[in-house]
């Protein structure tokens, strides 16, 4: 398998090709999940259930157990570690959802539009302990230091986009830095951990993190993208919402940089001050400025690094598996 140059794919296809592969996995991950959520708190168990019935990739904890799998781990921990950080991506899911004032997630209501923020923050937080009481019971230390970490970069990463809403001089430089702490972190430790749970060398565990970091920053970038170029139905939220939140993503970034004096003056306005009044204006001015076909670009580019990263493990069906994943990352169209 060359490694270096993406495929084309069929993502739905490619997507429950490695879904398959990992299923068995996956199914104990999803029935563990499913237990530690209980709670004898009646609006946590109603709040749970509405997460789990929202679906999902669950694309976290797959890296994980497909990076531990390719590493040759044969025994039971990535299971409690997978549930671990899906419980660390979903808390984080209800207080994005607080934080950005939204009401449609996959398709469906927020937590926080049906419960209010309160009840989302505050079983967001219950996620997160019940993730440590999780960890803790792998009673490894190295995992430890990892996951409490990984969990205070995102919060860093939180804070970071928070400073940037409705600043419309943030830079590409600025933009990826929120993504490195804000998503690509959890992805590179979810792949880090499987190396280390497979007893790799040093140096392969580095590989996998770099493959994780490198696949989070080709998955968001490519998320930012599809914003202004799918519809709600697809992408199951709804269109024009970062601009809507005053959020300053690539293909805003790349635009302002060719834009004409009042096209540039249209949008910054629509960054400092949210709304979607001009959203047709601006679509057209994205288009035209070429900011489309740039943002791509750069997410193929992480996603060439990831596959790249991949290339010092041994061949094998789960190697294989990361390296769809980088393909569907950037060819995914929700």
């Given at each position: ?158 804070v970071l986009q928070l400073l940037n809403i409705g600043n419309a001089d943030v830079d590409e430089a ?161």
């Amino acid at each position: 398998m060359n490694t270096s140059v993406l495929q084309t794919i069929d993502p739905a296809r490619d997507f429950a090709g490695v879904r398959a592969l990992a299923e068995g996995d996956m199914q104990r991950i999803d029935a563990l999940v499913r237990q530690r959520l209980a709670s004898d708190v009646v609006l946590i168990n109603q709040i749970a259930d509405h997460i789990i019935a929202g679906g999902g990739k669950r694309l976290r904890p797959m890296l994980h157990t497909l990076a531990a799998r390719a590493a040759g781990y044969a025994g039971d921990k990535h299971i409690k570690l997978a549930a671990v950080i899906e419980f660390i991506h979903t808390s984080t899911l209800l207080h994005d959802d607080v934080v950005d004032e939204s009401d449609l997630r996959r398709g469906r209501k927020t937590a926080n539009a049906l419960w209010g923020n309160a009840a989302s923050v505050l079983v967001g937080d219950f996620l997160y302990s019940r993730s440590f009481q999780l960890m803790v019971e792998l009673d490894d230390m190295r995992i430890m230091r990892i996951l409490a970490d990984t969990t205070n970069t995102i919060a860093e990463g939180e804070v970071l986009q928070l400073l940037n809403i409705g600043n419309a001089d943030v830079d590409e430089a600025a933009y990826l830095a929120v993504i490195e702490r804000k998503t690509a972190v959890l992805f590179a430790a979810a792949t880090q951990l499987g190396g280390l749970l497979g007893g790799l060398p040093e140096a392969q565990v580095a590989s996998l993190r770099r493959y994780g970091m490198q696949l989070g920053y080709a998955f968001q970038i490519a998320d930012d993208l599809l914003d202004y170029i799918s519809d709600a139905d697809t992408l199951g939220k709804n269109i024009g919402d970062d601009l809507a939140e005053g959020k300053p993503t690539l293909p805003l970034i790349y635009a302002l940089q060719r834009v004409g004096t009042e096209q540039a003056r249209e949008m910054r306005h629509a960054i400092e001050h949210g709304g979607l009044g001009s959203l047709d204006h601006i679509l057209t001015a994205i288009r035209e400025s070429g900011a489309i076909e740039r943002t791509r670009e750069c997410a193929l580019r992480h996603a060439r690094a990831a596959r790249e990263a991949l290339s010092s493990l041994a061949p094998s069906p789960y190697r294989d598996a990361l390296a769809t994943l980088a393909d569907y990352s950037v060819q995914r169209t929700f």
